[in-house]
């Protein structure tokens, strides 16, 4: 299980670099981040049950906080915020 995090290291790095070769940089600075969090996850020689419990937590937020993102504050055009921006 701990080459299976270093496989996602690996991937996390292949999208950090092509995102700060587009001139996405914050973009690139939170995959850069995960990398280094990846990768240090496959040297702690954890146990099966904690990679996948680690994992599905980290699934869980991601997916909550694209969810809050693409709701709340991601542009919808030129001038309007999504939903906020109606409510208020």
């Known amino acids: 299980m ?3 995090y270093r496989v996602l290291g690996f991937w996390t790095i292949v999208i950090a670099l092509m995102a ?3 001139g996405l940089y914050p973009m ?3 995959f850069f ?3 280094a969090f990846f990768v240090a996850l496959s ?3 954890l146990t099966e ?3 996948l419990n680690i994992f ?3 699934m869980f937020l991601s997916f909550v906080g ?3 993102y693409t709701f709340f504050v991601m542009p919808v055009g030129p001038q309007e915020h999504a939903f906020m921006q109606l409510m208020m």
């Open 2 to 4: 701990d080459r299976m």
């Open 20 to 22: 700060f070769w587009g």
């Open 28 to 30: 690139s600075l939170i």
């Open 33 to 35: 981040g995960l990398t």
């Open 43 to 45: 040297y702690m020689s």
């Open 49 to 51: 049950r904690v990679y």
């Open 56 to 58: 599905f937590g980290f």
């Open 66 to 68: 694209f969810t809050y």
